[in-house]
């Protein structure tokens, strides 16, 4: 059983900068790959960001390239979304999930990661 819990977000202004984090419970943290995914009111939850369980690989929702970056330290158990420029189009709760792969690809579904955190709001303000 994986456990993941985020911290990091808050209320900011447009242009500011946040970075989320996700600590993760799991002895083998580098066999799983990391994503996170966020939800707007009324909205589906949706990808933002994934990375491979060595770090080599990663990949990005197009609105937010650029501007997020995920990375990982694999040393501490914790996966990192680091955020700048935001917009207020990036107000939304914040998830960690995890999914056990050996896989090169990053999975952009929400389905196929079986480990979710509680979620962290993050708001940005005009």
């Known amino acids: 059983q994986v456990q993941l819990v985020e911290s990091g977000g808050g209320l900011v202004q447009a242009g500011d900068s946040l970075r989320l984090s996700c600590a993760a419970s799991?002895?083998?943290?580098?066999?799983?790959?990391m994503a996170w995914f966020r939800q707007a009111p009324g909205n589906e939850r949706r990808f933002v960001a994934g990375?491979?369980?060595?770090?080599?690989?990663?990949s990005y929702e197009d609105s937010v390239k650029g501007r997020l970056t995920i990375s990982r330290d694999n040393a501490r158990n914790t996966v990192y979304l680091q955020m700048n420029s935001l917009k207020p189009e990036d107000t939304a709760v914040y998830y960690c999930a995890a999914r056990y792969s050996g896989t090169w690809t990053v999975a952009v579904g929400a389905t196929s990661y079986n480990y979710w955190g509680q979620g962290t709001q993050v708001t940005v303000s005009s």
């Open positions: 990375i491979i369980g060595s770090g080599s690989r990663t």
């Open positions: 799991v002895r083998t943290f580098s066999t799983y790959h």
